[in-house]
């Protein structure tokens, strides 16, 4: 990578790009007000932002290490699937399951 | 009538209670019970917390006789505590707070622990010596603020028995802690031991080398028995704290302990 005076480059950045849809816009806003609020536990290398975009749920990571990533979007699907379970467990009819 | 529901998972306990006005309706809760000789983790701890809270909870409802929507509140540790088991308890107060629209309320552990315990003893202004695993402090209350007057200044006393236990392989089931106490009660000889209080404060992690030390020579050579370093242990550590609890309460001018905290469970005759 070329480095330009008065600018450094990162090397080549990692992303991910995750689409959770929901049932509704509501449902999509209160998992995004439970997912959103933790910083990530590692300082530095990885960040990600939560969006809702109608009844989705979209996340973007940008890391700079393969692992920090694969760590990172592994531990929000584990705390993503217990939102979810919560949902089904305690949520309007449209999330139960029979 | 204000009904509040809290959850609680900062270590390796998880509970969930129903209060309505001071009154505790349910209490339903588990522990993350590992082998002998093991501690627990922060992320098996996490998991074994996002296995069982839903179940917690539901029985919590069902204990309390109460639906959602009768609840006013919901509580949750925010800290201080094991990072991967809090978040994952924080997510579902989130998720059901916001499910049954209702205030969320973040709690310290520490006052936590002492609310509850002047809450069941009724105690007005006590010191307040709260010990756990992750834990030890002498408190008192002043001008709108609990201040600490002394601490462990290395590791709590819960965590110097909790890691004294792994080094004998005592079982964690129910609690380190609680197996301890019964096999000191079976000690016949003390075993000199490290004191550190320094002024207000209190130090283990040099007493617990010291221990694990003598564990293994004196243990081999057949000179004391594990409940003799068991009783030995509780005599050396639980003085140091009825010495830095009384020059808190003589600073104070109080006349009331209030002890809070796993390890206060103990029976301190």
Same mark, same amino acid.
């Given at each position: ?98 | ?80 505590? %094991? ?165 808190? %309460? ?20």
């Amino acid at each position: 990578m070329a480095v330009t005076s008065g600018e450094v480059k990162l090397s080549e950045t990692l992303h991910f790009e995750l689409s959770v849809p929901f049932p509704s816009n509501r449902l999509a806003q209160i998992a995004h007000g439970s997912l959103a609020p933790d910083a990530e536990p590692r300082k530095g290398g990885i960040s990600k932002e939560l969006r809702v975009t109608d009844n989705s749920l979209n996340v973007f990571w940008c890391a700079e290490e393969a692992r920090i990533l694969r760590v990172s979007v592994g531990s929000f699907l584990d705390h993503l699937a217990l939102v979810l379970e919560t949902m089904q467990a305690f949520g309007p009819s449209e999330t139960q399951q029979n | 009538m204000t009904i509040v529901i809290g959850f609680e998972g900062s270590a390796n306990k998880i509970g969930v209670g129903i209060v309505r006005d001071g009154a505790v309706l349910s209490n339903p809760r588990r522990t993350y019970i590992t082998p002998p000789g093991q501690g627990f983790l922060p992320s098996e701890t996490a998991k074994h917390h996002c296995a069982c809270v839903l179940s917690i909870l539901k029985e919590a409802l069902l204990q309390a006789g109460i639906q959602p929507a009768d609840i006013d509140c919901v509580a949750f540790t925010k800290g201080p505590g %094991m990072g991967a088991p809090l978040v994952a308890v924080a997510i579902v107060a989130r998720t059901v707070a916001q499910l049954w629209k209702k205030p969320l309320l973040g709690v310290n552990h520490c006052i936590g622990h002492i609310e509850m315990g002047r809450l069941i003893t009724g105690a007005a202004n006590p010191t307040v010596l709260y010990v756990s695993g992750g834990n030890t402090q002498v408190i008192s209350y002043s001008e709108r603020r609990y201040r600490i007057f002394g601490e462990a200044i290395d590791i709590a006393i819960g965590n110097c028995l909790d890691r004294f236990a792994r080094v004998i392989k005592i079982s964690n089931d129910p609690s380190p802690g609680y197996n301890i106490e019964q096999m000191a009660k079976k000690g016949s000889q003390f075993v000199e031991l490290p004191y550190t209080v320094k002024g207000m404060d209190v130090s283990f992690s040099g007493i617990l080398s010291y221990t694990e030390e003598m564990a293994h020579k004196m243990l081999g050579a057949g000179e004391c028995t594990p409940e003799d370093l068991c009783f030995s242990l509780q005599e050396t550590l639980f003085s140091m704290l009825v010495e830095v609890t009384e020059r808190a %309460m003589a600073h104070c001018g109080s006349r009331e302990v209030l002890i809070v905290g796993g390890v206060g469970c103990k029976y301190l005759c």
